[in-house]
């Protein structure tokens, strides 16, 4: 890879392209995101990549939100890999981890000569991906739209969520890349982007051209350009769009961060039954618990959970 490399900032923004009516998000993750994140579960390289493409997706969508809550890609599956999670929150912070069986992966990549799978060989026939809203305020239902993983490439099966989910014109680009330049270790980086048809109006008139012409520019980024380290994407955004004339808004900051903490862990495990929570007791006395994002280990005694001697 290139030797010039150059650490990216880590963030996610809305950009306007001038006086047409389409919307756009733009985010580059690496040191302080999503490379942390894949370094820290150690996943197949190909599926390090796939669930680098599900938090960038999160980051993507979820910062559209006006509320305080969280934005979660969850793919779901009977294939080699039974779940992936990508999740954001609108401060900023993201996290991801992947479920898979290890056998059944290394039958796959056997089967594809190492080529990259695509998702219905990942999660199967019955594969489903869901886009879930979590508002902070507990008196609100989470919201859930699921679309089949029946498309090569999540960005495609993103793309359905928003065709049939949202009836809104979307197309999305998602790239995961490692960088590593001479004596210092391998960095993970990714990019993501997309752009929506903002709807036809008394105001705006007809929007098919502008739309047309938009995606017809936004087919032309390439994976590279995405995930390039020395490429920023304020002028990868000018290289597409400066005919029309486009600007960047102002970036949130992207921090890879865990939202786990023990009173919220006894708060789950409090939900289970009693019986259950005693056939995963350790000789010690204690439940020993290890969060699937961050690794975190806790050690909680039964008696904090259940309320009463062991």
């Not at 990216?8 to 490379?35: C, H, K, L, T, Y």
């Not at 820290?40 to 979820?62: N, Q, S």
């Not at 954001?88 to 290394?106: K, L, M």
């Not at 708060?267 to 994002?293: H, K, W, Y």
């Amino acid at each position: 890879m290139a030797d010039t490399f150059h650490t990216p900032s880590d963030f996610v923004a809305n950009f306007q392209i001038e006086q047409r009516p389409v919307r756009g998000r733009a985010v580059r993750m690496g040191a302080s995101s999503v490379s942390p994140i894949l370094h820290r579960h150690d996943y197949p390289p190909h599926l390090a990549r796939i669930l680098g493409e599900a938090i960038t997706l999160a980051a993507l969508v979820g910062s559209s939100l006006k509320f305080d809550g969280r934005l979660l890609v969850q793919a779901e599956g009977d294939g080699p890999v039974t779940m992936l999670v990508g999740e954001y929150r609108s401060d900023g912070g993201v996290r991801g981890y992947a479920r898979f069986d290890a056998e059944a992966w290394a039958n796959l990549d056997r089967v594809n000569k190492g080529a990259a799978p695509h998702m219905p060989q990942l999660f199967g026939p019955s594969g489903r991906l869901g886009l879930i809203i979590v508002q902070d305020n507990p008196a609100i239902q989470p919201y859930q739209g699921i679309v089949p993983l029946v498309k090569g490439t999540l960005a495609e099966c993103a793309e359905d969520y928003f065709a049939q989910s949202e009836q809104v014109p979307t197309r999305i680009k998602l790239s995961v890349a490692e960088f590593e330049r001479k004596g210092e270790p391998v960095q993970w980086v990714s990019g993501g982007m997309m752009v929506q048809r903002v709807a036809a109006d008394k105001a705006r008139g007809d929007t098919d051209a502008a739309w047309d012409e938009a995606r017809a520019l936004f087919a032309t980024i390439s994976d590279a350009e995405l995930v390039d380290p020395a490429l920023p994407m304020e002028e990868l955004l000018y290289r597409l769009f400066h005919e029309q004339g486009v600007r960047m808004e102002d970036p949130v900051t992207l921090e890879d961060r865990c939202t786990c903490n023990q009173d919220r862990l006894i708060a789950t495990l409090q939900s289970m039954p009693d019986e259950s929570l005693r056939e995963l007791v350790e000789e010690d006395g204690n439940l020993s618990i290890d969060c699937q994002f961050c690794g975190r280990s806790y050690n909680v005694p039964i008696e904090d959970v259940t309320g009463a001697a062991n």
